[in-house]
């Protein structure tokens, strides 16, 4: 195995298990480094923490937020806008084990497809959002977090699973069998919400497309291959002057394998 070619990915895998395990820990055995869940935690039983989206919904339900919930989430927003929305969905959400393994075991497959064969943009997951505050506000309850299975895998985890396993497989089948990188980089709100908030975080991914030569090494070195959408629009747009036949970006998609 290229050590250096997955180091990200296994960073990224202990800093999530390492999150799901304090939260066990403090269930379980009482520590208080953190308690609760991903919608509502403490740090050392003094530093609250919440889940802005998971507030909005509330507040657009109807409830009343007390100093806590509005004070853990100022500190989460705050802390994902200076540092990038992204470090939610890449290195503190469970999901994201999940849907790497339906990746994975797509590519293992040979299983084709992409979101644009299925009309699902990535801007799907605004409307979810604006969606999801409507529905909240109709039905007085957090809607998201009903069906969130970020939520049901992170509570399973903590306190054993119940009937929310069955939307954790959904997301599984739904990136493997319907679309690519389908619920986290299309459909989910919460990635979608924190992409919003951390759009100018200083930790950004970022490549100079001046510099690029069509010769696909970021395919074999990259660490984090999702990332490299960023620049497919680029690198079709030089491919159709060196390979004409390429008519769309999806074909171009399909000779990278992306």
């Known amino acids: 195995m290229n050590m250096r070619k997955y180091k990200y990915m296994m960073l990224r895998r202990l800093t999530q298990i390492s999150v799901l395990f304090l939260f066990f820990a403090g269930n379980a055995y009482s520590w208080n480094v953190l308690r609760g869940n991903l919608s509502s935690a403490k740090v050392l039983d003094a530093i609250p923490l919440s889940d802005p989206f998971a507030v909005m919904q509330s507040y657009s339900a109807g409830a009343s937020l007390n100093a806590d919930l509005l004070t853990g989430a100022l500190i989460v927003l705050i802390f994902y806008a200076v540092i990038g929305g992204r470090i939610f969905c890449g290195w503190v959400c469970p999901v994201n084990m999940v849907t790497d393994l339906a990746n994975k075991t797509r590519s293992l497959l040979k299983i084709n497809g992409s979101s644009e064969s299925r009309g699902i943009k990535r801007a799907v997951r605004y409307w979810v959002i604006a969606l999801t505050l409507v529905i909240s506000a109709i039905l007085g309850v957090a809607a998201f977090e009903w069906i969130s299975p970020i939520g049901a895998m992170h509570r399973g985890i903590i306190y054993g699973f119940g009937l929310g396993w069955t939307f954790v497989v959904i997301v599984f089948l739904f990136d493997l069998f319907a679309v690519r990188n389908g619920f986290c980089g299309h459909l989910c709100p919460l990635g979608g919400f924190y992409s919003i908030v951390g759009r100018y975080g200083f930790l950004r991914i970022g490549y100079n497309r001046d510099k690029c030569t069509l010769c696909m090494k970021c395919i074999d070195i990259?660490?984090?291959?999702?990332?490299?959408?960023?620049?497919?629009?680029?690198?079709?747009s030089k491919s159709q002057r060196i390979f004409p036949r390429i008519s769309s970006?999806?074909?171009?998609?399909?000779?990278?394998?992306?």
């Not at 990259?222 to 079709?236: K, R």
């Not at 970006?249 to 992306?258: A, D, I, K, S, T």
């Open 222 to 236: 990259c660490p984090e291959e999702q990332v490299l959408h960023i620049c497919l629009n680029t690198c079709f």
């Open 249 to 258: 970006l999806r074909e171009f998609r399909m000779l990278v394998e992306l």
